[in-house]
């Protein structure tokens, strides 16, 4: 029975935390993911995706100030990094990863995010 449970875990301040992956905050990550990482791109986001050579993910969420004001882009960021929690045990690990959101996602619900996240992981073939 205990191969099955699930377990969340969460942070001194009750925040519920990625299992498998971390987050990409440098520049010089990002900047290097762009350079050398594959990257697909649908309606929605655009995902750049490097192997990083670590038994573990690194994820960084971009949104440009062309898509709205500080509470619009706040909002598609924790959509994309909820949408990455929740079917982050589908992704193989061992890449840095970075997605982007499009003006046309500002508008978009958490199940048409979802899709487009899947979507991409599957152009990448990090998805299962």
């Known amino acids: 029975m205990w191969p099955f449970l699930l ?6 301040r009750g925040n519920i935390i ?9 520049n010089r990550d990002f900047q290097i993911v762009y350079r050398t990482g594959k990257s697909y791109a649908n309606k929605y986001l655009v995902m ?9 993910n690194r994820v960084g969420i971009s949104v440009s100030k062309k898509v709205g004001n500080s509470v619009v ?6 959509l994309i990094r909820e949408n990455y929690r929740v079917l ?34 599957k152009l990448h073939e990090i998805y299962q």
């Open 48 to 56: 750049y995706v490097k192997e990083n050579g670590l038994k573990k």
């Open 88 to 121: 982050e045990a589908n992704f193989q690990c061992g890449f840095d990863i970075i997605i982007i959101a499009r003006v046309s996602a500002k508008d978009k619900n958490y199940h048409q995010l979802q899709s487009a996240l899947i979507h991409l992981g």
């Open 73 to 78: 882009r706040h909002h598609l960021t924790r």
């Open 7 to 12: 377990f969340i875990f969460a942070n001194r």
């Open 18 to 26: 990625m299992k498998f992956s971390e987050s990409l905050k440098k």
